[in-house]
């Protein structure tokens, strides 16, 4: 997303109220997890913009994570900080 399409990519997250994203790739036991945290103003709108989106690399990026995506996997929830 640093690249060509980088403007494309930061008008998605004006769009979701979000002021920062990021995605971590991990190798799991069972392949690979991919890790995505959004910081959002307000998540149900945040949601609905994503889902409503007209933007292209909108549209890719849900194609792409219907291929990609499988079963959940186990988590916990080790730190939730925030300044209110």
Known sequence: MNGARR???LAT???EGSRHETATLID???G???VDVME???GEQSK???LESSHPIDAEHKRVMQTAVGDAVPSELL???RLS
Do not use: F, M
Request: proline share 5%; aromatic share 0%.
């Open 7 to 9: 403007a494309e990519a």
């Open 79 to 81: 730190l939730d900080l």
């Open 28 to 30: 799991g036991g069972d």
């Open 40 to 42: 959002v103003d307000e």
């Open 13 to 15: 997250l004006v769009d």
């Open 32 to 34: 690979p997890v991919l």
């Open 48 to 50: 609905t913009a994503a």
